[in-house]
């Protein structure tokens, strides 16, 4: 244990100009990312309602959260619902459309680029949905079925169980190439062109043994980065749901581990129980990115 912490510091003398650059990001991002996992993590072992300190109460918000929450379960299957569809789906989407527009001339590729990226940075762009499933005969979807004749009253699509879940999962996948989906034409456009030609010398014979065996290997990092990214977004949704099925929805139906989170975070107040919250969202986060990653790592192989 001597010789292994004796060899640490004899690297981080040799390297200590690279740790002096990195000093002032460590720093801001322990500040502001780790230390607050941590308090949130102690508080989840607490009753802090905002005016009183807290007070350790032990495994009761968890005991709570698991036994006695029925609403808490119902966001975890409707989280799990949208990460289990929009994830995967949001990913391989995101690759492929990418793929497809690196073929693109440059000028058409930036145009094409800035089609797709657009919904995702947009603003409340989804609000655009409201109409299109608007309760009454002057919504689009409404109207189109109507004037087809495949329905004699207008539905209520955001007030119906049966319809909220796949209508905002809908949405989040229309919404859902962004960040990751720059990072691919980013990682598309730094894959060596020679490796191609070496391939080909090698025996590789098509298109799609040159995606596994040269461009999805070489785009690693990349990869990485957009499964992070689109994990982290399924797993967060809220926003879509609270603008379109209210908060709360219907019986709860669009109800997910972030809006459950906002109710006792923001609105009751009960900080203790959100932090649980907050933890077990962490958690499963975690634990789906280590899975991914590993998944990953077996690309090209």
């Not at 919504?139 to 879940?165: M, S, T, V």
């Not at 989906?181 to 590789?204: H, K, M, P």
Request: proline share 4%; charged share 15%.
């Amino acid at each position: 244990m001597q010789n292994w912490w004796s060899l640490k510091l004899r690297e981080m003398k040799a390297n200590k100009h690279s740790y002096i650059l990195l000093a002032p990001y460590m720093v801001l991002f322990a500040v502001f990312t780790v230390l607050p996992v941590l308090i949130s993590i102690v508080l989840s072992f607490t009753y802090f309602n905002m005016l009183e300190f807290p007070k350790f109460i032990g495994w009761q918000n968890y005991t709570r959260l698991f036994l006695e929450d029925e609403v808490f379960l119902i966001a975890v299957k409707n989280t799990l619902l949208f990460a289990i569809i929009t994830g995967p789906i949001s990913y391989i989407a995101c690759f492929v459309f990418a793929w497809i527009i690196n073929e693109l001339s440059p000028k058409v590729r930036a145009v094409m680029t800035l089609v797709f990226y657009a919904p995702s940075i947009s603003g409340n762009v989804f609000f655009i949905w409201l109409m299109i499933f608007s309760g009454d005969r002057y919504g689009i979807a409404n109207g189109f079925l109507l004037k087809l004749g495949l329905i004699l009253e207008p539905l209520q699509w955001l007030k119906k169980e049966e319809y909220i879940l796949p209508i905002i999962i809908l949405v989040q996948l229309w919404l859902s190439l962004g960040t990751g989906f720059l990072a691919f034409i980013a990682g598309l456009q730094t894959v060596d062109r020679t490796l191609y030609e070496a391939g080909a010398v090698d025996g590789i014979k098509n298109r799609w043994q040159e995606l596994w065996y040269i461009t999805l290997p070489s785009m690693r990092p990349q990869l990485m980065f957009g499964a992070v990214i689109q994990l982290t977004s399924a797993f967060a949704v809220a926003d879509v749901s609270i603008a379109l099925a209210g908060f709360p929805s219907v019986n709860y139906a669009a109800e997910t581990i972030v809006t459950h989170l906002i109710d006792f975070g923001t609105t009751r107040f009960e900080m203790g129980y959100a932090s649980s919250i907050a933890t077990v969202l962490f958690m499963i986060m975690v634990g789906t990115n280590l899975i991914v990653q590993k998944l990953l790592r077996k690309v090209g192989e």
